[in-house]
């Protein structure tokens, strides 16, 4: 079992300062690579305060000149929003910064929003047509000269530029969640990541059947990595009710995600209000208890026998999912508290 970080800045209000959640960021990144994690995982997404990467690679460029042997994961850059050449060249060139230590996840994207500001208001739902373009053409352009003509892109013979360090590909990772995902992604060789979100560890279930599904129906490809993404809190297990403080962040995150993804509210400078708690009264899956139980909540005990149980499904990694509406001394403490007491359980 591998464990890795899956970490944005994250403003709330004003009091924290853009400079200081950087800082923040790189902070944790550093404790995970001390503590042993294989990959750090920055997203891309526009105009969120809650969640702030306009670009991963900046972000993971900086990184790789702070950091010695952490891999430096974006994840995941949004197809829609990528011409496959940039793509192509950016990733080499991160992966030429780091010494090789590049990886690439690639989406079809979620938020309507971002569609509506950075594709001409595409639906969000018709992503996964240019995500089933990208990634050839990506892995076309690493290789030499590629000339395009698809659906999406059509582009005379082109290459990456720089070429990335390792061959023949950087590890590429597909966010899959229905079949036909998971389908694509074992098909073209890539790796899987997946999040159940608020569902229970069922839902964790059905998505390695999911994804063992897809091996099966390609014995010709070696098989890929499956990554589970999971919203994760370790706290002092001699305080009973340390669990409460985790659950009601990551409730907040959740009304925030969703009043991101309802595009039914005009931000105010980069800031939307968190849905309110009446609109969940007839969804007890966002309840705090719920998320105690969904969410990878508990003393490092508890931690331990659930991810033992998601080894045991066959997941290859676990990303502990940092972003929570928590403050950063209590995200630190809690990425501490896995360090120390978690991850030496699957040495």
Request: one cysteine or more.
């Amino acid at each position: 079992m591998k464990f890795s970080l899956f970490v944005h800045m994250e403003r709330w209000d004003e009091e924290v300062s853009h400079t200081e959640a950087f800082e923040n960021l790189v902070e944790l990144t550093l404790l995970a690579e001390a503590g042993g994690f294989s990959t750090v995982w920055v997203g891309e997404h526009h105009s969120m305060e809650y969640t702030i990467s306009p670009s991963p690679m900046p972000t993971l460029a900086y990184l790789a000149a702070r950091t010695t042997t952490i891999r430096l994961g974006a994840g995941t850059i949004i197809a829609p929003f990528w011409n496959p050449i940039r793509a192509a060249g950016e990733c080499a060139l991160l992966d030429v910064i780091s010494g090789g230590r590049m990886e690439v996840g690639l989406a079809r994207g979620a938020y309507q929003f971002e569609f509506d500001r950075l594709a001409g208001g595409l639906p969000a739902s018709d992503g996964g047509q240019h995500l089933r373009e990208l990634v050839p053409a990506v892995r076309a352009l690493w290789q030499g000269d590629y000339a395009h003509d698809g659906e999406i892109w059509q582009f005379p013979t082109s290459t990456s530029v720089p070429k990335p360090v390792q061959q023949p590909t950087p590890p590429m990772w597909i966010a899959a969640r229905d079949p036909a995902s998971h389908d694509f992604a074992v098909a073209n060789g890539c790796n899987v990541m997946v999040t159940p979100l608020m569902k229970g560890d069922e839902e964790v279930e059905a998505l390695v059947d999911k994804f063992e599904t897809a091996v099966s129906a390609h014995p010709e490809v070696e098989r890929p990595q499956l990554m589970v993404l999971r919203h994760t809190h370790v706290h002092d297990a001699d305080d009973p009710e340390g669990w409460r403080p985790a659950a009601e962040g990551i409730n907040r995150f959740y009304r925030t995600f969703d009043a991101w993804f309802g595009n039914k509210t005009a931000p105010v400078d980069g800031f939307l209000e968190p849905s309110p708690e009446s609109k969940f009264a007839e969804r007890p899956e966002f309840a705090p208890e719920a998320l105690h139980r969904t969410a990878m909540i508990g003393t490092p005990d508890e931690v331990v026998a659930r991810v033992k149980q998601y080894e045991a499904l066959g997941v290859d990694e676990y990303s502990f999912w940092i972003d929570n509406s928590l403050s950063h001394e209590e995200k630190k403490a809690s990425l501490q508290r896995f360090v120390e007491h978690v991850v030496p359980a699957f040495s």
